[in-house]
């Protein structure tokens, strides 16, 4: 009975998408604005920070410009110099064993970039209570898979896939090393097992595996057998994230999990973060088709607790229990076919953003901005 009154609630606030000339109009703009944006905040050396700063510092999150570069992909031809320029910052900053703070190959630090008029003075790994820092080493490499693959998907830039195969190969060696029986630890020295990691873990090595066959296997010896092996530990994830983090009878996944397999934190749908977002993580990864059954459910379930027109219960209105915009969830609602709430998203995010792009707006934000559009233009009427 829940479940099926899940889904009837679902589907009356979706709607089907009939992208018209005039939605399209508006959302192309809109589109081409975040594009515009996040260009105009890369530095001279590639790095894509999160928000924009003449003087002073900078954070680049790898893992946010990730993001926004795969939102930079979806704009337009114009903007492929500027992941590649992106990537080769990323690669030139990958760290050794020596350097990585657990002895881990090929990690990256978030850095601090001091600026002034623009121009970079210096760089550095930004500091959290005087400890070099990555917030994990699984979804930042997994990320940056998932930009190289729609790097040569989107450009066919298949030269500069293997030029780099030997940091790609490294950069897959991070996911192998905090596998821990088929899910991945956030980092050696965190070893906790997080839904939306493993799901960003999953749609990493999906797209690295489509990258092997599309620009690397017939090329170089030994691409063959990673490839394969990539393959086999993305469907791996996706039996174990069944297995043993779905909870049939309440219809849910847990948020993480401890080492001997027990919950790491206490699911509550009152939870915004990371219960409750992370239950859609496993639908914009491709874990969960949008069109499943579990995908309809947990996408109903999270609007019946967020999408009620409520203070701090209004995602479509941009009214959460958190400071962020979450446009994630927009993009998962554009996977949904959820054309109201989408549009209601959408309509007030351009809002803000023309009011100002001040912090708490950051660069991820634009990226599944433009990406949530991307997924709406392609639908058909």
């Given at each position: 009975m829940w479940p099926a009154l899940i889904m009837l609630t679902a589907l009356a606030g979706a709607g089907c998408f009939t992208a018209g000339t005039e939605d399209g109009a508006v959302y192309a703009d809109l589109l081409?604005?975040?594009?515009?944006?996040?260009?105009?905040?890369?530095?001279p050396n590639g790095a894509i920070p999160m928000t924009a700063g003449e003087n002073?510092?900078?954070t680049v999150n790898p893992y946010f410009a990730d993001l926004a570069a795969l939102g930079l992909l979806e704009a337009g031809a114009e903007y492929f110099p500027a992941v590649?320029?992106?990537a080769e910052w990323h690669f030139s900053h990958l760290n050794t064993a020596q350097t990585d703070r657990s002895g881990l190959d090929a990690t990256i630090y978030d850095y601090s970039v001091y600026l002034t008029e623009g121009r970079i003075d210096r760089e550095e790994p930004a500091l959290i209570?005087?400890?070099k820092h990555y917030d994990s080493a699984d979804s930042y490499a997994a990320t940056f898979l998932s930009v190289l693959s729609a790097y040569h998907e989107k450009s066919g830039d298949a030269a500069y896939i293997r030029s780099r195969y030997a940091e790609i190969k490294r950069i897959i060696g991070v996911i192998f090393a905090v596998l821990r029986d088929g899910l991945t630890i956030a980092a050696p020295d965190y070893p906790v097992?997080?839904?939306?990691?493993?799901?960003e873990v999953y749609r990493g090595l999906d797209d690295a595996a489509r990258l092997f066959e599309n620009a690397l296997t017939e090329t170089i010896p030994g691409a063959a057998e990673l490839g394969e092996r990539l393959k086999t530990a993305r469907d791996t994830i996706k039996l174990k994230l069944e297995r043993e983090m779905y909870r049939a009878g309440e219809?849910?996944?847990?948020?993480?999990?401890?080492?001997?397999?027990?919950?790491a934190l206490t699911f509550c749908w009152d939870n915004f973060y990371p219960s409750a977002v992370a239950q859609l993580s496993l639908i914009s990864s491709g874990v969960l088709p949008p069109e499943s059954r579990r995908a309809e459910q947990l996408y109903a379930a999270f609007n019946l607790y967020y999408a009620a027109g409520?203070?701090?219960?209004?995602?479509?209105?941009?009214d959460i229990p958190d400071p962020f915009y979450w446009a994630a969830i927009a993009r998962t609602a554009a996977l949904m076919g959820d054309t109201a709430r989408l549009r209601t998203y959408l309509d007030n995010y351009r809002r803000l953003t023309a009011e100002g792009r001040d912090y708490p707006l950051y660069c991820a934000e634009a990226g599944h901005?433009?990406?949530?559009?991307?997924v709406f233009r392609r639908r058909k009427p």
């Open positions: 081409d604005s975040e594009a515009r944006w996040l260009a105009a905040l890369q530095l002073g510092a900078v590649k320029s992106y209570d005087g400890k097992k997080y839904l939306y990691d493993n799901a219809a849910y996944y847990e948020p993480a999990l401890a080492l001997d397999g027990s919950p409520q203070p701090e219960r209004d995602w479509p209105g941009m901005v433009i990406r949530a559009i991307a």
